[in-house]
């Protein structure tokens, strides 16, 4: 049996070291959090988060440090390189033992794939991954699993269509490796280009239920699930490369009218052109709900890897 003890001191840095029986101890008790979103709470009095961030952040870096305050807790940090003494040539792991000093947590984004893993090897304290260049994203993952149990009622049974920039998005990488663990039928859909990438579905071989396809129009009437992703630009080494898949999938109204009527259409955020504001009013827009789970479910690992719970 799982018990909040045993997220104490932990790292949060890949959906691979969770398994089914944590993941939902941890959106359980997300959804404990709610009230104390709402009213506050000494929980987390005296503890320091620090949020070290190499690359852009609207709702990772904040819903981190709201979720750190609504707990009583206080945050340090940056959300630009450029002004730490990583301009003067720190390297990063001098700058987390130094950062460790400081805190009882850290948060940490950065461009490289192993940038969390290696944070976590030289920290003493608990190392949450907010994003490791395009490799993972594991607290997206959670809010995301969040989101569709509270839409949904559960995991279990539903199709899900993963829609976009399969290769560079982070998220999809950890939402794939999450869904591994649950009875789901994923629907990997994107451009030849950007299809999932190998190492990922290598890692879930024999456990996940998925099909490849770059029809989504096909697919769209079966779903319960569609989950959108934004094209990384900011990945592609050739901009050219960008251009020609830049709008490749496009979801608006009158495209859903093919859907089931309680179909879910979720974005991590943030989209550009992929999803079209003329959803944003109909009832299967979940994306900026979804954000609102993100509070819940960084509040729980905050409090469960503190030991606070
Ligand atoms: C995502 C990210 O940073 O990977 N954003 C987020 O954290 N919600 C998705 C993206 O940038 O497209």
Redesign the pocket.
């Known amino acids: 049996m799982v018990e909040a003890s045993s997220f104490k001191g932990r790292d949060v840095v890949s959906m691979l070291d969770f398994n089914r029986e944590e993941i939902d101890f941890i959106l359980d008790k997300a959804s404990e959090m709610k009230p104390l979103a709402e009213r506050g709470s000494d929980l987390l009095k005296g503890r320091i988060l620090a949020t070290l961030f190499f690359e852009p ?1 609207t ?2 870096r904040l819903s981190f440090e709201a979720a750190m305050h609504r707990l009583g807790g206080e945050v340090i940090g940056f959300a630009q390189p450029g002004v730490s003494s990583i301009a003067k040539g720190e390297s990063f792991e001098d700058t987390i033992r130094t950062v460790e000093n400081y805190a009882d947590v850290i948060v940490v984004r950065h461009p490289e794939e192993d940038s969390a893993v290696r944070a976590a090897r030289v920290a003493e304290i608990p190392v949450i991954n907010a ?1 490791s260049g395009p490799w993972e ?1 594991p607290t ?1 993952a959670l809010l995301d699993l969040h989101t569709i149990r509270e839409a949904k009622g559960r995991i279990d049974g539903l199709n899900i269509a993963l829609v976009g920039d399969l290769l560079y ?3 999809v990488h950890s939402l794939a490796f999450a869904l591994a663990n649950y009875d789901v039928k994923l629907y990997l859909v994107s451009p030849p280009q950007l299809k999932m990438r190998r190492d990922v579905l290598e890692k879930v071989e024999g456990r996940l239920n998925y099909v490849e396809t770059g029809d989504l129009k096909s697919i769209l009437p079966e779903l319960d699930v569609l989950y959108v ?2 094209v ?1 630009k900011e990945r592609f080494p050739r901009p050219e490369d960008y251009e020609a898949v830049k709008d490749a999938y496009r979801i608006d109204r009158e495209m859903l009218r093919d859907a089931r009527e309680d179909l879910i259409v979720m974005h ?3 989209r550009v052109t992929e999803i079209a504001t003329d959803v944003d009013e109909t009832p299967h827009a979940w994306y900026f709900r979804q954000v609102r789970h993100g509070l819940y479910v960084r509040m729980a690992l905050l409090a469960l890897v503190l030991g606070a719970l």
């Open positions: 952040s709702r990772t994003g994203h997206q998005g982070r998220t992703t934004r990384q991590p955020l943030p």
